[in-house]
């Protein structure tokens, strides 16, 4: 697969959407170790971390177009990354219930020469308001410990979620439209 873009990511949804868009894509899971400091800007930080682990895959693969990408859920300015556990996901729910909050994707594409170039997109999500009853309903149906802040637009989102304002692919891990239109004109 040497003319495939690379991937550093392990994230099936990522992968799904680069699949979809019909790119020959080949996935090597980064090592990097990821920046987590709230006292950063979160789309600040998700450009950190994307740009972390394209260039760690890029070391080890020259020549090759590597992807890398990272995102946050922020409330209030507040970024929420995956929950530790059950507890803080239903927390993350509960907090995120009638609220605004914003979606973040950093994406880092480092091209054949081996050249960073990184953007991000940012994604409104507006939440319904969420009973107790919902939240364990919801939990139950997906599983929110692998997703920022706890949910996943894919996944029985309608349960929980009123309207996303913007890339709804970006929610889910990828803002598509956005790479596709990078990529073209890096001439990929």
């Excluded at 019909?22 to 709230?38: F, K, N, T």
């Excluded at 319904?128 to 929110?144: G, N």
């Excluded at 709804?168 to 956005?178: E, F, M, Q, Y």
Aim: glycine content about 8%; proline content about 3%; aromatic content about 4%.
């Amino acid at each position: 697969m040497k003319n495939a873009l690379i991937l550093a990511s392990s994230s099936p949804r990522r992968l799904d959407l680069m699949k979809a868009q019909g790119w020959e894509v080949e996935v090597i899971a980064s090592a990097a170790e990821e920046l987590h400091d709230r006292a950063i800007d979160f789309r600040e930080l998700c450009r950190h971390n994307a740009r972390l682990k394209a260039e760690d895959i890029a070391r080890q693969q020259p020549g090759r177009v590597v992807i890398g990408a990272d995102t946050l859920v922020c409330l209030a300015g507040q970024p929420l990354g995956k929950p530790k556990d059950l507890a803080e996901a239903a927390a993350m729910l509960r907090a995120l219930s009638g609220q605004v909050n914003l979606v973040c994707t950093g994406v880092c594409v480092v091209d054949e020469k081996g050249q960073s170039h990184v953007f991000d997109e940012v994604t409104e999500v507006h939440f319904l308001d969420l009973s107790e009853e919902m939240i364990a309903r919801y939990m139950q149906a997906v599983h929110t410990l692998d997703k920022a802040g706890g949910y996943a637009v894919q996944e029985h989102g309608d349960w929980i979620i009123r309207e996303v304002r913007g890339d709804r692919d970006n929610v889910v891990g990828l803002p598509v439209a956005k790479l596709r239109d990078f990529l073209h004109q890096l001439g990929l």
